[in-house]
């Protein structure tokens, strides 16, 4: 029983990680429709710069901790604006697959550009919040993961109020549900599209903060594969919906960390994408998503 406590623990904490990534990419998709796969080298920034940032803040700190992700968010969220302005807003009515080359592009563009500048050598995370291991009987529970999830906890909910309770958040759904009708409202389509690509990166800053506290060996190609399974995620759960992509990527971290503790510990990257399989396969519009009827 304890280890599996144990193992649900470390489900739920790596789960919660790619929960905030799927947020980014579900964002993106309900209001462009198109998946940003350079999201998860926003990630990979996020992580960078918390590196740097932490080398100018006291060490194992809360404030400072606090700080360095803060500073992170705001760094990876100019930055998805700036990928949006710059990439994005040029193809804005395009083809689909022009603007999913132009993603992919973005996306070894800044892979690479990563390796030239940070160098392909893996770092090592500096420790941004005080570790401590609280014994629960049998069970072992650390600082930091109880830190994973209440972090990601706290910006779940603020994002669902932000989407739910704001101005900016009644306009963000009313530019996914018909963009041309809000425009015609007097909505600014092109400050919420990039408000929405900000946001999103923001979170997924915050996840590669977490990520790297966590599992302390960070480079510029660590991105690939915690973005490909919170794409996962993001299906799994529902594209283009927001508590589906946080169920999504719960559940996908659970499982693989049960996985990673069993006999078949070897296919546990593989499980993630059996499991996009079998939901498109079987309910392609994920576990909360609605199929929507399309004119053609």
Do not use: W
Request: proline fraction near 4%.
């Amino acid at each position: 029983m304890t280890e599996f406590l144990q193992q649900l623990l470390n489900g739920i904490s790596l789960g919660a990680i790619y929960a905030l990534i799927a947020l980014g990419y579900t964002m993106v998709y309900g209001v462009l429709r198109f998946i940003n796969f350079a999201h998860s080298d926003v990630f990979m920034v996020g992580a960078f710069a918390g590196y740097y940032l932490g080398q100018h803040v006291p060490a194992g700190t809360i404030a400072g901790g606090l700080a360095v992700m803060l500073g992170a968010m705001v760094i990876c969220a100019i930055l998805g604006m700036s990928i949006e302005r710059l990439a994005y807003r040029p193809l804005r009515g395009a083809p689909t697959l022009n603007v999913l080359i132009t993603a992919i592009g973005v996306s070894l563009f800044l892979e690479y550009t990563g390796q030239l500048v940070f160098g392909a050598t893996p770092r090592t995370f500096p420790q941004l919040f005080p570790v401590t291991t609280l014994q629960i009987g049998a069970l072992s529970v650390s600082s930091n993961q109880l830190l994973v999830i209440g972090v990601a906890l706290v910006l779940m909910i603020g994002l669902q109020l932000i989407v739910f309770r704001t101005r900016i958040g009644t306009a963000m759904r009313a530019v996914s549900l018909n963009p041309n009708a809000a425009r015609l409202v007097g909505v600014n389509n092109d400050v919420v599209i990039s408000f929405t690509f900000g946001l999103g990166s923001a979170l997924a800053a915050a996840g590669g903060i977490l990520y790297a506290m966590n599992y302390p060996s960070i480079d510029p190609l660590m991105g690939v594969m915690p973005g490909l399974k919170a794409f996962v995620a993001a299906i799994l759960g529902g594209i283009g919906n927001i508590p589906g992509a946080a169920l999504g990527g719960l559940l996908l971290g659970t499982v693989e960390t049960f996985v990673a503790g069993s006999a078949f510990s070897t296919y546990k990257d593989a499980i993630a994408f059996a499991i996009l399989i079998v939901i498109l396969l079987f309910r392609p519009a994920g576990l909360l998503g609605r199929f929507v009827a399309e004119k053609v």
